[in-house]
C-alpha cells in the first residue's frame, strides 16, 4: 500500500484510516485576491495526482479544499480599486476554478468559503478561552503557543529558537512573540462579523482548523499543502485544535516549492507569473508531466527550457500511441508478462512515497522497448504495451495520445464549452464545439467533461 513522508514524524508510513479505504483529505486552498501563479499550479496537481492514485488503489477520498474569501490582501486590493471586498473574491475565485478547469485537475468534492464559517470559528475561539489557552488583547484574541503540548511538531523547531527569531509588528500587543491571533478586532472601514470580542475577523489559521474539522472530523485522514505552510500555518491550526482537545490531522504531507531561474516563485517574474500565461503559451499536460518527473518534496525549477523538454517527453509518448494505434493487442503471454511487469513496477515506485519519477522512467523504459517491437515487426505486442501506458498515465489525469499536441487556443475552447455546459449555456456550449470541430477535432462528452481528438 501507498505510504507517505510524514512531516511531523519525518518518515515514510502507510496512512492510518478511521474506515478503512476511505481517506479524508484537506489541502489548504487558495486566498482569492489575485490570479493564480505557477507554484499554486504544482500544488494542485501534486494533490490531484495523489488523489486519483489513491482511486487508482482503490481508495475513496473525501477530497476538501477552503476557499480563503477574507484577507489582509483582498481588502488591501478591493480598498486600492475602490471595489468591494467580496466581488474582488468572488470574481478572484471564478478565475480560479477557470485555470484549474484548465489544467484538468479534479474539483474537491467540498470547497467552504472561510466566511460560511465565522460563527464555529467565534464559537472555537470562546472554548479556547475558557480553556486558558486564548487571551484578549487591545488588538483581538491570541493563543498562548507554548502552553499548547508539542508546539513545533511540524517544523521541529523547539519554543525558544522559535522564540528568539520572532518577530513583533509593531502594532501588535501580545504576551510572547510566538502567540499568534485568533481574533482580529476590525480597523474603521474594514469588513466585520460580531464576537464577544469586538467585531471583527478571524484570523487564517483558525479559518483552516475550523472547516478541516467541520468536513472531515476528529482525527481525519491527511493534511496537505505546500512546504512555505508547515509554519506558521500549519503549526498553529494544529495547536488550536490540540488546545480544544481535538484528534487533528493523522498524517501531513508539504509538496516541495516551484522555482524560476533557480529563484523562488514569489514576487513578479516575468511571463511566467501567472498560470494562465504558462497555459497560454504551453499544453496543460505538458506542466503536469513536468511535475510528475520531480519527486513532490523536491523543488521544481519551471522556465521554458524544462517545459519544453517535459513537452518533448510527451511527445515521444503521444507518437508510441499514435504508431500503434491501428494494431491489436496481442493475446499472447509473452506481451502481458511485460505489461504486467510495467504495472507492478509502477505501482512499487508509485506506493514508495509518491516516486513519480521513478514511475515514469519505468513508463519511458516500456515505450522504448514498444518501439523497438514495432521496429522487428511485433506490433501487436508494442500495442498492448501502449495500452498499459496508456492506463497507468491516465490514473495520473494524464491523458495521452488522444490529445495530439493541444494548442492554448483549442485547450481555451475546451475550458469554455466545459463552463458553459455548467452553467447551462447550450448555445455557447454548441458554437465552442462547432468551433473546435472547425479547428480539426473530434469533439468527445466524458463525464471528467470535453474530450478532444484528431
Ligand atoms: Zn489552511
Known sequence: MLELFDTATQKTAEIAMREPGVVGLYVCGP???????????????????????????????????????????????????????????????????????????????????????????????????????????????????ALVPGYGLLSHQSIEDRRAGARVELDEAKDDPIDFALWKRAKPDEPAWRSPWGDGRPGWHTECVVMSLALLGEGFELHGGGQDLIFPHHENERAQAVADGHLFARHWMHNGLVTVGGEKMSKSLGNFTTLDDLLDRFDARSYRLLVLQAHYRSPLEVNPTTIDAAANGLARIDALVRRVSGVSPAPEAGSSASSSQLRQRFVESMDADLDTPGALAEIFEAIRVANSLVDSGEASSARTIADTVTELLGALGLVVGAHEVVGAQDSEMVARRDRARAERDFATADEMRSQLEARGWVVEDTPEGTRIRR
Not at 85 to 113: F, I, K, N, Y
Request: glycine share 6%; proline share 3%; aromatic share 8%.
Open 31 to 145: 486566498t482569492v485576491y489575485g490570479p493564480p501563479h505557477v507554484g499554486h499550479g504544482r500544488a494542485v496537481l501534486v494533490y490531484d495526482i495523489l488523489r486519483r492514485y489513491l482511486e487508482f488503489r482503490g481508495i475513496r477520498v473525501h477530497h476538501v479544499s477552503n476557499i480563503t474569501d477574507i484577507d489582509d490582501k483582498i481588502i488591501n486590493r478591493a480598498r486600492s480599486e475602490g471595489r468591494d471586498w467580496h466581488e474582488v473574491a468572488l470574481e478572484c475565485e471564478a478565475e480560479w476554478l477557470a485555470t484549474m478547469d484548465r489544467m484538468g485537475v479534479l474539483r474537491p468534492q467540498q470547497s467552504p468559503h472561510a466566511t460560511d464559517y465565522v460563527e464555529q470559528m467565534v464559537a472555537l475561539i470562546a472554548s479556547l478561552m475558557e480553556r486558558g489557552f486564548a487571551y484578549e488583547t487591545t488588538e483581538g484574541v491570541y493563543l498562548r503557543a
